[in-house]
């Protein structure tokens, strides 16, 4: 069965940095759109990071500018790096896969991903 499985989370201070990965297993997704969302204390999941098949990113605005999202195909792995991490970033982060358009663009709703990891803590403490 196909599996999302992210790791990396933790506790850091604000400023701050963490990786995230998020590694596919029972299927390839080199040529699916894939993401990642993060839901914060309280609130609902939302959109972070975006990754197309050939690379083309796009990020929400809270984090543009200090997080980046990465693919390696041959890994069938995704990375978010997040660095000047500030309180406010505090969520747990899920990754998400696209399995039904193969060499689609960018999305950035939940319901146009069809796979998602079990999701994975981060905290920043101020």
């Known amino acids: 069965q196909v599996q999302l499985v992210e790791s990396g989370g933790g506790l850091v201070q604000a400023g701050g940095s963490l990786r995230l990965s998020c590694a596919a297993s029972?299927?390839?997704?080199?040529?699916?759109?894939m993401g990642w969302f993060r839901q914060p204390p309280g609130k609902e999941r939302e959109f972070v990071a975006t990754?197309?098949?050939?690379?083309?990113?796009y990020y929400a605005g809270s984090v543009k500018g200090r997080f980046t999202i990465s693919r390696d195909n041959a890994k069938n792995t995704e990375y978010l790096q997040m660095n000047s991490l500030k309180p406010e970033d505090t969520a747990v982060y899920y990754c998400?896969?696209?399995?039904?358009?193969?060499?689609?663009?960018?999305?950035?709703?939940?319901?146009?991903?069809?796979?998602w990891g079990q999701g994975t803590q981060v905290t920043v403490s101020s």
């Open positions: 990754i197309s098949w050939n690379g083309s990113t």
């Open positions: 029972g299927r390839t997704f080199s040529r699916y759109t």
């Open positions: 998400a896969a696209d399995g039904t358009l193969a060499y689609g663009s960018i999305k950035l709703s939940l319901d146009n991903y069809d796979y």
